[in-house]
């Protein structure tokens, strides 16, 4: 990829990043929230597989497949047809969504309590944890809706090239989150209700707010709501063409996710763990993998329908590899600095010392996966946009497989741990072979500087993460004050952001140049050429 592609590859990632970073950290608000009112036992253990039933359909139907198919078709009907048939195809599909998805949240209603034992059966040996997950999911049950809808908006506001807003919507669900939170807590607590409801009805908000948000932007592009039902509108076809293999190979995620569940609610708290652990770990998947992604498919998706794949490939390689030069040094950093993360985030209220210690030997299993877990978000979509869905979901299948296999072989040694790191295996597994596929579809990448990159950045990040686990020991990381332990933390991290540029300037890792131009521009230091 040629510097002016890698500039706008960058900047445009740099936007989405941006978005994405207020969105995360409140997440992360919102995680310390629920950490500090609820713990990490019985009713967080319930909520989060109450939640996971929405996730489990929003993946396969929403965000994932629909986002991978949407967007290319949206792209091709734009280009060939104009503007007016791009939103009236636009329309045609929020209207089959409201169907297909609303029927689908009247089943989650009427099945939830079954779907909770098949989820998670260990918690029939706690009484009413069953019943108590079921009642969440009800509540919750038209999220799936509401995440559609909005994935939909993001889409088509990608390929006008409005990156920022889309990615900002799901700061506005967690801010929302929150305020209804807090706000409905102490009702339900006066009400004599489980206040784990809070937390449901807060999620609820949330994500009617992450969809509503993305309309005004899009209405100044010309788009108009008049959801229309047209399942014979060639659009949609071509799209459901595209999404039904998807769907199937996402499938095969969702059955990694359940084994999970299954084999974690043995453990009184373990649920909660993992998920306290893989939100963490979200943080940079979102930032790099995401964001990076996200601009990535909007791109092959024109250099596809051009076909022009010299270009898709230079494109594909310069995304890979700015998210290794991101990826490794994160992974370093969350491993060597887990404890003290989760400590300053966590560690107040009903969330306990042991629950800090549990958390973090889990965000050090899910770390080892996260570079591979970002590259996927880039890999997996070119697939679709090149027409190919059958690959990933012959992948994705073949990965079961192996998730099933390493958790039965992890678990009797680190127990809950073991899910997590099978799960980066996973990952592992499926960015290489996907890799090696897509290298031979595409001519090679041979002369695209990946596998330099890969090898520079990994030592730069094993630079970078002993440092930093060495300077946390020596400041005041046993201090019982939290604002002493988190001023300390900023320290070190932002120390292991200077020793990443340094590592990288030192090794001639190019991809670091764009990068901080995009920074130095952010922060009004540097001039738009």
């Given at each position: ?8 590859l ?74 007016q ?16 998805l609303?029927?689908?949240?009247l ?30 999911a009800?509540v ?20 006008f ?12 669900f967690?801010?929302v ?8 807590y ?12 809070a ?9 009617i ?9 899009a ?59 893989f ?18 498919l ?43 993360i ?11 010392a ?53 958790s ?107 990068l ?5 521009r952010?922060?009004?230091?540097q001039?738009?050429?």
């Open positions: 990829m040629n510097q002016a592609a890698d500039r706008s960058a900047r445009s990632a740099g936007a989405v990043s941006g978005a994405t970073m207020i969105s995360r950290v409140l997440g992360l608000a919102r995680e310390s929230v629920v950490a500090g009112f609820f713990g990490a036992g019985t009713e967080t253990d319930a909520f989060n597989i109450a939640f996971r039933i929405p996730n489990l359909l929003r993946d396969l139907f929403a965000e994932g497949a629909l986002s991978a198919a949407f967007v290319p078709t949206f792209t091709g009907t734009l280009v060939r047809e104009g503007r048939s791009a939103w009236r195809f636009a329309n045609a599909v929020l209207g089959t969504l409201l169907l297909i609303g029927a689908a949240t089943l989650i209603v009427a099945g939830a309590k079954l779907v909770v034992i098949i989820l998670a059966s260990g918690f029939s040996s706690s009484p009413g944890k069953v019943e108590l997950a079921a009642a969440l009800r919750m049950s038209p999220v799936l809706l509401f995440v559609a809808l909005a994935a939909v908006m993001m889409g088509a506001l990608n390929v090239g409005r990156f920022f807003l889309p990615a900002f919507a799901p700061a506005v967690n801010a989150n929150i305020a209804v939170t807090l706000t409905l102490p009702v339900a607590r006066w009400m004599g209700v489980t206040p784990i409801y937390l449901a009805m807060g999620v609820l908000a949330g994500v707010g992450q969809f509503v948000v993305q309309l005004p932007p209405m100044r592009l010309g788009y108009r709501f008049r959801p229309r039902l047209a399942l014979r509108d060639p659009g949609v076809r071509r799209m459901a063409a595209l999404m039904l293999p998807a769907v199937i190979g996402l499938a095969a995620t969702q059955i990694n996710i359940v084994v999970d569940g299954q084999f974690a609610s043995r453990w009184e708290g373990a649920v909660s763990w993992l998920q306290y652990a939100r963490l770990m979200y943080l940079p998947i979102g930032l790099i993998g995401v964001a990076i992604g996200t601009v990535s909007t791109g092959v998706s024109r250099d596809a329908a051009a076909g022009d794949i010299d270009a898709l490939r230079r494109r594909l390689a310069g995304a890979v590899r700015l998210i290794v030069v991101l990826a490794l040094p994160a992974t370093a950093g969350l491993i060597a600095l887990r404890e003290p989760i400590r300053v985030l966590f560690q107040r209220g009903l969330f306990e042991r629950d800090t210690k549990a958390t973090a030997a889990v965000l050090m299993a899910y770390a080892v996966g996260l570079a591979a877990y970002s590259c996927l978000k880039v890999v997996v979509p070119t697939f679709y946009a090149l027409g190919d869905t059958a690959t990933p979901v012959r992948v994705s299948f073949a990965s079961v497989a192996i998730k099933i296999a390493a039965f072989a992890l678990i009797p040694w680190l127990r809950y741990q073991g899910l997590a790191l099978s799960t980066s295996l996973v990952a592992v597994f499926n960015v290489l072979v996907l890799w090696g596929i897509l290298s031979k579809r595409v001519g090679g990448f041979r002369g695209q500087g990946v596998g330099s990159c890969v090898l520079r950045s990994a030592c730069c990040a094993l630079f970078m993460g002993v440092c930093c686990g060495l300077l946390w020991r020596v400041g005041p990381h046993d201090s019982a004050s939290q604002v002493i332990a988190a001023a300390w933390l900023g320290v070190v991290v932002i120390s292991g952001i200077v020793l990443t540029i340094v590592g990288a300037w030192a090794l001639r890792i190019e991809e670091v140049g764009p901080m131009r995009v920074v130095a952010r922060l009004g230091l001039r738009e050429r």
